[in-house]
T-cell receptor, first 113, second 110 residues
Framework: SAVISQKPSRDICQRGTSLTIQCQVD?????MFWYRQQPGQSLTLIAT?????????ESGFVIDKFPISRPNLTFSTLTVSNMSPEDSSIYLC??????????FGPGTRLTVT | GENVEQHPSTLSVQEGDSAVIKCTYS??????FPWYKQELGKGPQLIID?????GEKKDQRIAVTLNKTAKHFSLHITETQPEDSAVYFC?????????FGKGTKLSVKP
């Protein structure tokens, strides 16, 4: 399995500001994903971060709100832009290992006031 | 698209008893079914998975069964311990992406 770290682990932000979340993996991986988990809810895929090309966003998520970078095979960032209280969630980085397995980072707990 | 339903939403068992969580999926093309355990304040941890060419898989106290015809799969935990208390998510891989169930909060009472 891959070891995944995220920074920050948690943050409290004011509405209208932006936060960039970093995801670092201990090995090179092809597939990296960003998920959102609202309080007490399941996991929802925001986008797939592709190295060397633009991220692929799921329905309901747009690049202007959640810009993603993937500069290399071990690192990605997700920015939550122009935040509102509705963006308060856990944001999870995930990586694919082989054709099937997928592992998750510890998450970033975001509160927007 | 794929839809995954998970039951029950909460489950309380006595330590030492067995726990069973069930999921159904809609896309017959789904071919991979993982289970994740999420403890409070942590990210989901992959605990066991099964591929569509296998009917059952076991790892110590946990097992997963898959019925492709009925399109359902189940997680079985035997001899439950307090440290098994967590939220468990099932998922199905359809067209490359994992689709998750809504989760089951398992409480194991000592």
């Amino acid at each position: 399995s891959a070891v995944i770290s995220q920074k920050p682990s948690r943050d409290i932000c004011q509405r209208g500001t932006s936060l960039t979340i970093q995801c670092q993996v201990d090995s090179q991986v092809t597939m990296m994903f960003w998920y959102r988990q609202q309080p007490g809810q399941s996991l929802t895929l925001i986008a797939t971060a592709n190295q060397g090309s633009e991220a692929t966003y799921e329905s309901g998520f747009v690049i202007d709100k959640f810009p993603i970078s993937r500069p290399n095979l071990t690192f990605s960032t997700l920015t939550v832009s122009n935040m509102s209280p509705e963006d308060s969630s856990i944001y999870l980085c995930s990586v694919g290992a082989g054709p099937y397995e997928q592992y998750f980072g510890p998450g970033t707990r975001l509160t927007v006031t | 698209g794929e839809n995954v339903e998970q039951h029950p939403s909460t489950l309380s068992v006595q330590e030492g008893d067995s726990a069973v969580i069930k999921c159904t999926y809609s896309d017959s093309a789904s071919n991979y079914f993982p289970w994740y355990k999420q403890e409070l304040g942590k990210g989901p941890q992959l605990i066991i998975d099964i591929r569509s060419n296998v009917g059952e898989k076991k790892d110590q106290r946990i097992a997963v069964t898959l019925n492709k015809t009925a399109k359902h799969f189940s997680l079985h935990i035997t001899e439950t311990q307090p440290e098994d208390s967590a939220v468990y998510f099932c998922a199905a891989r359809s067209q490359g992406n994992l689709i998750f169930g809504k989760g089951t909060k398992l409480s194991v009472k000592p």
